[in-house]
C-alpha cells in the first residue's frame, strides 16, 4: 500500500466530515450566531460550537473568526458552507431517489407551510397525503416564505404550501386553491350592515396589517394602495392577533377565506362580508424541488390536495362566519 501523500491530507487518518457537522455550518452560516443555528438545528450551543471545532480540524481551515464578543463565519466557511449545501441537497436527494423508485412514497416526508395557510389548511391536507401515501411519516413545520425557500431548495423540505409569487427558479408548483379575501370587521361596523363591500370601502378604513416578513402583509398592501386607504396599522403577529385587534374596534383587515371559518367563527367577534366588484385574491401553491426524483409524485399529490379543496374555491364567506348573533340580518 502506497503511503498517504505528504500534500493531501490523509481522510482515513483524520476521518471526513459528518453530516451532521455540515448541516451544522450551514446553519451557522444563514443565521450568522451560534445561538441562532442551535436553536435552528435543536442542539445545545456548546454542542454545536463542538461540532463546528471538530469540523475545523478535520478540514484544517478556520470557519469561524472571533470578533469583539461574538463570532463572524470567515470567507473561507462561507464557501465551505456553499459547498456543504450542495453536498447536503445532493445527499438528500440520493436517499430521496431511494425512497421514491417506485410509485408511492415513503419514510420521512417533510412539509411546512406559510403562518397564514398553516392552521387553517393542514387539517384538511394531511390526509390526502396519509390516503395516497400511507407508508410516510410526515414532519410538519410553518415557516415564512424566505424561508421556505431557502430550506426547500437546498433539500431540507420536501413540500411547502406557499402563496404566489415563489421567488425561486428552482421550485416547480401546482396552485391547489385560489383564496379570495373578504373584509372583516366588527359586528357593529357601518359595513357590517352590507351584504358585501367595494374596494373603494377602504378608502375610509383603518386597515390592520401583519408584521413585516409576512407574505400577506405585502399583498394586502398592495390592496389597500390600489383603493386608497386612508390608513394603514401594521405589526399584528398573526391572523389571529390582528382578528382580536379587529374585534377590540381598531380598525378593519384583510382575510383570507381559508381562515374565516376559525378566525371568524360565531363568538369570535367580528364578521366578514365578500367584496362586490374587483374580488382581491391570493393563490396558494404546494411547491417543490424541479429536479427531485419524486417530483411526479410530488405533482400527483398536489393535483389530490386541489380537489380535496375544491369546496373553498368560491367568493362566497362560510355561513357561520357571515353573521353574529345580534348582528343586522344580512339582505337577500
Not at 138 to 159: C, S
Request: charged share 20%.
Amino acid at each position: 500500500m502506497n503511503p498517504p501523500s505528504a500534500t493531501r491530507p490523509n481522510t482515513n487518518a483524520v476521518g471526513r466530515p459528518t453530516m451532521r457537522q455540515l448541516e451544522y455550518l450551514v446553519a451557522l452560516n444563514t443565521h450568522g450566531h451560534i445561538g441562532r443555528a442551535a436553536a435552528a438545528c435543536y442542539v445545545s450551543q456548546p454542542t454545536l460550537s463542538t461540532q463546528i471545532r471538530q469540523l475545523e480540524r478535520h478540514l484544517g481551515v478556520s470557519i469561524t473568526e472571533r470578533v469583539g464578543r461574538g463570532i463572524v463565519v470567515t470567507p473561507v466557511g462561507r464557501e465551505l458552507a456553499d459547498r456543504a449545501r450542495a453536498v447536503l441537497r445532493d445527499t438528500d436527494e440520493l436517499l430521496e431517489w431511494g425512497r421514491t423508485s417506485t410509485d408511492e412514497l415513503i419514510g420521512p416526508l417533510r412539509i411546512a407551510a406559510i403562518p397564514t395557510a398553516a392552521p387553517y389548511l393542514l387539517a384538511r391536507i394531511l390526509p390526502v397525503v396519509r390516503e395516497r401515501h400511507p407508508d410516510v411519516q410526515i414532519h410538519l413545520d410553518e415557516m415564512k416564505t424566505l424561508v421556505l425557500v431557502d430550506v426547500l431548495t437546498t433539500a431540507q423540505l420536501d413540500l411547502g404550501l406557499m402563496a404566489l409569487p415563489i421567488p425561486s427558479e428552482d421550485i416547480e408548483h401546482l396552485v391547489v386553491l385560489e383564496d379570495p379575501f373578504l373584509l372583516a370587521m366588527e359586528p357593529g361596523h357601518r359595513l357590517a350592515r352590507r351584504p358585501a363591500v367595494t374596494s373603494g370601502d377602504l378608502a375610509e378604513e383603518t386597515v390592520l396589517l401583519l408584521e413585516n416578513g409576512h407574505c400577506l402583509r405585502g399583498q394586502a398592501l398592495e390592496i389597500c394602495r390600489d383603493a386608497g386607504a386612508r390608513e394603514v396599522g401594521k405589526g399584528g403577529t398573526s391572523l389571529t392577533t390582528i382578528c382580536q385587534m379587529v374585534a377590540a374596534g381598531m380598525g378593519v383587515t384583510l382575510l383570507p377565506r381559508s381562515a374565516a371559518p376559525i378566525e371568524a367563527r360565531r363568538g369570535a367577534g367580528i364578521v366578514v362580508r365578500p367584496f362586490s366588484d374587483v374580488v382581491p385574491s391570493r393563490q396558494l401553491a404546494l411547491a417543490w424541488r424541479g429536479r427531485s426524483p419524486a417530483a411526479p409524485l410530488y405533482r400527483d399529490l398536489a393535483v389530490l390536495i386541489a380537489e380535496r379543496l375544491a369546496d373553498l374555491n368560491t367568493t362566497s364567506p362560510p355561513a357561520a362566519a357571515r353573521q353574529e348573533p345580534g348582528d343586522v340580518p344580512d339582505a337577500e
